[in-house]
């Protein structure tokens, strides 16, 4: 997807999610100092799922036998003391 896909234009048949903020947009990295890891999950899934405001773990039964294949990146930031 391009940058900014959610202003330009999501494809069709693209759902967003609450994040741990409650907004669907992005909202950064903001831990307290030292390293931290940010886990982001993609999951490619045989059926449509419409549980919108859901929470992950309602999110994360309702997949269950429907996964057809994930990828998971993880990535780390750290924040100095100053």
């Known amino acids: 997807m391009p940058e900014n896909a959610s202003k330009a234009g999501l494809p069709q048949g693209t759902a ?7 907004k669907t947009e992005y909202g950064g990295p903001c831990p307290p100092i030292g390293r931290h890891r940010y886990f982001h999950k993609l999951y490619a899934l045989d059926i449509t799922l419409d549980l919108r405001r859901a929470t992950k773990p309602e999110i994360e ?3 269950k036998g ?11 930031y750290q924040k100095g003391d100053r």
């Open 66 to 76: 429907h996964r057809l294949a994930n990828a998971e990146l993880i990535g780390t």
């Open 61 to 63: 039964l309702a997949m």
């Open 16 to 22: 967003v999610g609450l994040n741990d903020f409650k």
